[in-house]
């Protein structure tokens, strides 16, 4: 399995391991039928974010896994990352980004 062979890599990467310097907030998207990513390690960042007081704002899918399989949930999905780009990004004052 990849990931195990490449352990050391995917853990210096891995955002749990970087909590402390995150300082902006974070949108954590998870399908509660993944079976490459584990539903536990979105629930784990999560508790790591709450501990460094970084706004977290989530969408769980008890019906997806590893990508969208329903419309319906892909639009939930682009709908709240717009609603959180425009709550979390301001635009310039002279309105150029």
């Given at each position: ?43 784990k960042l999560l508790?790591?974010?709450r501990k460094y ?45």
């Open positions: 399995m990849i990931r195990k062979k490449n352990r050391a890599k995917f853990d210096e990467i891995s955002p749990i391991n970087h909590i402390s310097k995150i300082k902006i907030p974070v949108f954590v998207v998870h399908g509660k039928d993944d079976e490459i990513v584990d539903y536990t390690q979105s629930k508790g790591e974010l007081n970084v706004p977290a704002e989530t969408l769980f899918f008890s019906n997806e896994g590893h990508g969208f399989e329903e419309l319906e949930n892909e639009v939930k999905f682009y709908t709240a990352i717009e609603a959180f780009l425009a709550k979390h990004l301001k635009a310039a004052p002279d309105g150029k980004n």
